[in-house]
């Protein structure tokens, strides 16, 4: 199965071999596990980045949201979508996610909504890095008990922040009620550190209809790995990694059919020196 992947998509056994145990290691079930690694693989081409970065990064996704709510081809849809609003890459995410998804889905933040935040960041220019561990330091701050950000949400809503992204709230809808209920110093001297209020500031305010257009565009992100998938694999690259893949198919084929009689041989010649 996975010699019948290689060939599809143009890489190397060297390439998918190391993949599939870095999926089996984060859990992929081994009954599904060529099914994960096309969809890995066509984010990967369309990505334009390796295997092993595709695998990583779609993981981290399921891992966190769990594969009963997020499956590895809508985590890849969401992505590009994030890719498409920000300027990001599907690589940068790949690597970076992990850092404020545990959080997020802990309290309950749809993959979607952060997505989005951090399309909305890196269009600002912010790196990729820079703005997940900014939105993970925001949540932490915002589902805190105790904190000035914490107390002032429960006085406006009588609720907490997890509870009110239970109800069908956004991140960023919450610190927009929060951002306009005070003048603009007093909401920056809520966060506890500059990372939280960066994360904050850029997806409030005047930037607050860029990250519900985001949000919304990763909510309808059905297809966007199939599309990026067939951009990236109509060109001379692919087609080449495609045959040159297919060609070392047949030279294995060859190999395993001749190992046995090359083992036999060896072993005359050594019997043979021995005499």
Same mark, same amino acid.
């Given at each position: 199965? +996975?010699?019948?992947?290689?060939?599809? !998509? @143009?890489?190397?056994?060297?390439?998918?071999?190391?993949?599939?145990?870095?999926?089996?290691?984060?859990?992929?079930?081994?009954?599904?596990?060529?099914?994960?690694?096309?969809?890995?693989?066509?984010?990967?081409? $369309?990505?334009?980045?390796?295997?092993?970065?595709?695998?990583?990064?779609?993981?981290?996704?399921?891992?966190?949201?769990?594969?009963?709510?997020?499956?590895?081809?809508?985590?890849?849809? %969401?992505?590009?979508?994030?890719?498409?609003? @920000?300027?990001?890459?599907?690589?940068?995410?790949?690597?970076?996610?992990?850092?404020?998804?545990?959080?997020?889905?802990?309290? $309950?933040?749809?993959?979607?909504?952060?997505?989005?935040?951090?399309?909305?960041?890196?269009?600002?220019?912010?790196?990729?890095?820079?703005?997940?561990? /900014?939105?993970?330091?925001?949540?932490?701050?915002?589902?805190?008990? @105790?904190?000035?950000?914490?107390?002032? %949400?429960?006085?406006?809503?009588?609720?907490?922040?997890?509870?009110?992204?239970?109800?069908?709230?956004?991140?960023? $809808?919450?610190?927009?009620?929060?951002? #306009?209920?005070?003048?603009?110093?007093?909401?920056?001297?809520?966060?506890?550190?500059?990372?939280?209020?960066?994360?904050?500031?850029? %997806?409030? /305010?005047?930037?607050? #209809?860029?990250?519900?257009?985001?949000?919304?565009?990763?909510?309808?992100?059905? @297809?966007?790995? #199939?599309?990026?998938?067939?951009?990236?694999?109509?060109?001379?690259?692919?087609? +080449?990694?495609?045959? +040159?893949?297919?060609?070392?198919?047949?030279?294995?084929?060859? /190999? %395993?059919? +001749?190992?046995?009689? !090359?083992?036999?041989?060896?072993?005359?010649?050594?019997?043979?020196?021995?005499?």
């Amino acid at each position: 199965d +996975l010699r019948d992947m290689s060939k599809e !998509f @143009g890489f190397a056994t060297s390439e998918t071999i190391p993949a599939l145990y870095q999926a089996i290691s984060a859990g992929v079930p081994t009954e599904n596990v060529i099914e994960f690694m096309s969809t890995a693989a066509k984010a990967a081409i $369309g990505g334009a980045t390796d295997l092993e970065t595709a695998v990583d990064g779609i993981t981290s996704v399921v891992n966190a949201y769990g594969s009963e709510n997020i499956s590895a081809a809508e985590a890849a849809d %969401i992505m590009f979508s994030a890719v498409k609003d @920000g300027k990001t890459t599907f690589e940068e995410l790949a690597g970076t996610l992990s850092t404020a998804l545990p959080h997020a889905s802990a309290i $309950g933040v749809e993959f979607a909504d952060v997505a989005a935040s951090i399309a909305e960041m890196t269009s600002q220019g912010v790196k990729t890095s820079v703005a997940a561990a /900014g939105i993970r330091q925001l949540f932490t701050e915002a589902s805190k008990t @105790g904190t000035d950000l914490d107390e002032v %949400i429960r006085d406006l809503t009588g609720k907490s922040f997890a509870e009110l992204i239970k109800d069908g709230e956004t991140s960023a $809808g919450i610190l927009q009620l929060v951002r #306009d209920s005070m003048p603009d110093q007093e909401f920056r001297d809520l966060f506890g550190s500059v990372e939280a209020a960066g994360a904050a500031l850029q %997806i409030t /305010g005047n930037q607050f #209809d860029g990250f519900e257009e985001s949000l919304a565009n990763a909510e309808e992100s059905a @297809g966007n790995l #199939d599309a990026a998938f067939v951009t990236m694999s109509d060109t001379a690259k692919f087609k +080449l990694d495609q045959s +040159l893949a297919q060609l070392r198919d047949i030279m294995l084929g060859v /190999g %395993i059919k +001749l190992l046995p009689l !090359f083992v036999k041989g060896i072993g005359l010649v050594e019997g043979a020196m021995m005499r």
